[in-house]
């Protein structure tokens, strides 16, 4: 994972951390519905992350996880309208950072096409506009759609390098510690939607030592990556 820029996102193409992504990509605040893809039918994906912890560190378990079906694979480039359906998907269990993601306009391969991207460990919830013409998955687990009224149970703890957290059903709001980070490579975001774009960004910085973040009940995603361990204070 390339460290991210303090102030702007710091984009991904191919795996090479190269600058700021275009500012019109975002998503529709809070998770705009579900989606399908070229598997046929797809099931909602619930709330529990690779990384997320309760009040007391332990690794949070899913029974269910392996009942869930892939909207579509990780590897591969999709046609939005065609192979996905708008809506907000989620990719979890990344752990060598090798998952690369592109929202694009087109399908012409070229710089100016692309509308988002990162590379992810852990996990990504990414919002899929209706707008957005092709979505690229490399390297990834199998993205599920995400039911946004489905429910969890919130931690008050998670992985520092675990990647987005949902607000209020995977992560409860409140102020979080990480601490032991060295040479300013932790990276905290707080986002206002899964869109990935400049505006989707509500507040962001780079971490040597500790780190100290509230996060609101408003906000819709924290993102965390190569950090050390967030407690609740």
Known sequence: MGMKAKVAVGAVVGFVVIGAVSANAGG???DGGSGGGDKGSSASAG???G???DSGGAEKSDAKSAERKAAFEGDGEYQV???????TYRTTGND???CYWERAKDASG???SLLANDNVSGTSYVTVKPTDKLFKSSGCEDWEAVDPKAKGTPASSMDGDGGMFKVGTDIAPGTYRS???ADDSCYWERTKDAGHGLDSIIANNNVTGTAVVTISPSDAYFKTN???TWKKA
């Open 51 to 53: 990384g997320a912890k």
């Open 81 to 87: 309208g065609t192979d996905v359906k708008p809506g």
């Open 96 to 98: 060598d950072g090798m």
């Open 28 to 30: 529709d605040g809070k």
């Open 47 to 49: 709330h529990k992350p």
């Open 226 to 228: 190569d950090c050390g």
């Open 110 to 112: 070229e710089l100016d």
């Open 179 to 181: 601490t032991g980070n």
